[in-house]
């Protein structure tokens, strides 16, 4: 035990050890053993992970979910019945409305909604709602609608295409009568993508110099851990609002999500450096690097061929798990009115109406992009708690 | 252990000494500076013409100290703060920071020290729960609680708690620190009662996203712990289970979840920070908010500072007391 200060994932070092001594030794006895007995396949790293992972309801649950978010995310257009853009005057502030199967004369594959009316009684003032059950609001399969871009194509097709007529906001409008449920989809993809930038740029700083970190040692390794233990003693929030604070006021909403990826990523590689310096201390010991040493292989070599892959799993499982709390800094930032600036559209934004506590009274199902935080970061986490057993197959 | 606590105290100076660079540079980044919202003010307000408000600015320049090289004014101001308690001034209030920091930041010490304590215990107690229940029910509801505490954001559920006090329940305690009467009254039982009827939604949110975090660290090593042959040995011997649990397993589990603590407050901060905003309740957060609209640089790097300085002092007192729990802590500093 070399160093003295807190290991941030409070993981005691020695079980981490182990856990990464075990794959490379055991892949190393399984290629011993299989020309003994040509009976037994060797199995490789990852189909053992796949293994493992495969037992894991709550992970095969989240790979799943993630799976179809992603997908949701790119066919975001194709799945929006509206335009997430497009204004309808008549329908501000206009509640979700229930989604029926059945009428009369039978089922409908479509799930269809009644129009609602709003009328003033005249003689109380009360506002009276009366659901026209005669008339079917029904969405078209694969009918046309508003065009979109999708891999450069111009489309219109729609999985469900808008009724003309009359409304089908099955989660509401906001207070521009734009479709809730368009702008939820769309939201997903700024989200999305903001996300996945962050967590690549952290990813890359905090491996590249945890490796360097570990394997260098000595007097570098020393300055290099101080400067990340200040990165880790940063709070959080505080931080991002003091450099909100500093950027300047007239940016392009473009070049504004760019600089909030830069300032999420300012922190969160501080702690994957962290972990994987320890393990790479842990490989850059073992003899097979020495022997690699003494063979004459280089330095670059060294960190890129055999203690890189050896540190990749925990790098993925970092990524997963990083990318929902990437999601939910970015969601609060933007609630605030301090991340992403309309007319970007993400979840954050959106939920940005619910700030206002007359209009969460009065209107609660502005809070409906939360279900899309919620979903991402629930299934992220469990994908990354999955993945997180599973890399270490050989544990019990 | 001298020597140890030597070591710890400065780097943890060091450490004040870079975010104190970073509070510096923060407050100097945006264009413009206090002169020039001087002479901006006397033309708007005071009718000078442009190159009267020059002359002015450039006065005022001289007067504070910013025509002065960077390290020079660096040092100004940082021997200001630590000889004569001089933060800046608020642009907005048009008042010294400490006055408008002052009591607030007591109260978010306060209440995320609250939530810290309640967290670390009602952790520490799943995740034992989980460890001795591993794969049984009990370590499945610990995990379903650690799991939704760590993925339902908190400004959500502190939403969600808003609306249901606000529009569900009526509750008559949303969106301040105490009541009406309680506001000038000195502290008593009766005050602390309604303030607790105050904040408890803050308490309640930051304590169970953290709770989360201490769960799963103390289950994993607890799990560690018990898998190993003294463990074995002291069942063998006969010794009752809970006993073996909470004799002989979980102090020697302990020690990561002590490293663990100076990591877990800036969560605990954060939280805090959080819910307050959402739920408008004055400690550090909502004011830190409405520095951020009104360009109130001063104010903004001035709590960034200060939460800061709470961190590193909480991390240097979290290293000390593993230091003092566990030798090979202190003997590795010496080698």
Not at chain 1, 34 to 47: D, F, G, I, M, W
Request: hydrophobic share 50%; aromatic share 10%; proline share 6%.
């Amino acid at each position: 035990m070399l160093d003295t200060t807190p290991d941030p994932t409070g993981e005691p070092i020695p079980a981490a050890l182990a856990a990464d001594i075990a794959p490379a030794g055991a892949e190393l006895l399984a290629d011993a053993a299989a020309p003994a007995s040509r009976t037994v396949k060797s199995q490789t790293y990852l189909r053992l992970v796949w293994r493992r992972f495969r037992r894991n309801t709550m992970g095969m649950v989240g790979a799943v979910m993630v799976a179809l978010l992603l997908l949701a995310t790119v066919f975001a257009d194709f799945l929006s019945p509206y335009s997430p853009v497009g204004r309808n005057p008549d329908a501000i502030y206009s509640p979700p409305q229930s989604l029926h199967f059945f009428t009369q004369d039978g089922f409908h594959i479509i799930p269809f909604t009644n129009p609602v009316t709003t009328e003033i009684d005249p003689n109380t003032f009360a506002t009276v709602t009366k659901v026209d059950t005669d008339t079917l609001c029904q969405p078209t399969f694969l009918g046309r609608g508003w065009s979109y871009r999708l891999f450069g194509l111009q489309l219109d097709r729609h999985l469900l295409a808008a009724p003309d007529k009359c409304p089908w906001n099955i989660l509401g409008t906001d207070r521009d009568g734009r479709d809730m449920f368009s702008r939820l989809l769309a939201g997903s993809q700024l989200t999305m993508s903001i996300a996945l930038l962050v967590v690549a740029v952290a990813v890359t700083l905090g491996s590249l110099v945890g490796i360097i970190s570990g394997y260098l040692g000595g007097i570098a390794d020393h300055w290099i851990q101080r400067g990340v233990e200040f990165f880790l003693a940063i709070p959080e929030v505080p931080f991002y609002f003091a450099l909100v604070a500093i950027v300047p006021r007239n940016l392009e909403p473009f070049q504004l999500v760019l600089v909030i990826c830069l300032i999420l990523s300012t922190l969160r590689w501080a702690h994957l450096a962290r972990e994987v310096r320890g393990k790479t201390l842990a490989i850059a010991h073992l003899d097979y690097v020495s022997a690699a040493e003494a063979v004459g292989a280089g330095r670059w070599r060294i960190v890129v061929r055999h203690i890189l892959p050896n540190v990749m799993s925990h790098v993925v499982v970092a990524t997963t798990l990083l990318i929902p709390s990437i999601i939910l800094i970015e969601s609060f930032l933007s609630f605030l009115g301090l991340g992403v600036q309309p007319p970007m559209i993400s979840w954050g934004l959106l939920l940005n109406a619910a700030q206002n506590i007359q209009n969460l009274g009065s209107y609660p199902w502005v809070l409906t992009p939360v279900a899309g935080v919620l979903v991402a970061v629930m299934s992220f986490n469990m994908l990354g708690d999955g993945l997180r057993d599973a890399i270490d197959p050989y544990q019990a | 252990m001298l020597r140890f606590l030597l070591r710890r105290t400065i780097s943890a100076l060091g450490l004040l000494f870079v975010v104190s660079i970073v509070s510096f540079t923060l407050i100097k980044a945006p264009p413009g500076d206090y002169a020039d919202y001087a002479a901006a003010l006397a033309r708007s307000q005071g009718g000078l013409s442009y190159e009267q408000s020059m002359v002015l600015r450039d006065q005022l320049r001289e007067r504070l100290g910013l025509d002065k090289p960077m390290p020079q004014q660096y040092l100004q101001w940082i021997s200001g703060m630590v000889l004569r308690g001089d933060f800046g001034t608020s642009y907005v209030y048009n008042k010294p920071v400490l006055n408008l920091l002052g009591e607030r930041f007591f109260r978010t010490l306060a209440i995320a020290g609250t939530c810290h304590v309640l967290a670390t215990l009602i952790g520490v107690g799943l995740g034992i729960i989980g460890a001795v229940y591993q794969h049984r029910w009990g370590d499945r509801i610990a995990s379903t609680i650690a799991f939704l505490g760590m993925t339902i954001p908190r400004f959500f559920m502190a939403l969600v708690i808003l609306y249901w006090l606000a529009f569900v329940i009526g509750y008559p305690y949303v969106g301040a620190i105490s009541s009406r009467e309680f506001i000038l009254a000195p502290m008593s039982f009766a005050k602390l009662w309604d303030t607790l009827k105050h904040v408890w939604p803050i308490i309640f949110v930051a304590a169970f996203g953290g709770l989360a975090y201490n769960m799963r660290v103390m289950r994993g090593n607890l799990l560690d712990v018990l898998r190993q042959p003294y463990i074995e040995a002291a069942r063998a011997k006969g010794v009752p289970g809970h006993k073996v649990v909470l004799k002989h397993a979980l102090p020697n589990a302990l020690h990561p979840l002590v490293m663990y603590q100076g990591v877990a407050m800036p969560y605990m901060l954060s939280g805090e920070l959080e819910v307050a905003i959402v739920l408008g309740i004055p400690t550090i957060g909502p004011l830190m908010l409405d520095s951020l609209y009104r360009n109130d640089i001063w104010v903004t790097t001035t709590i960034f500072l200060w939460l800061s300085t709470v961190l590193v002092v909480a991390n240097l007192l979290a290293d000390i007391a593993l230091g003092l729990l566990d030798p090979r802590v202190r003997q590795a500093g010496t080698l």
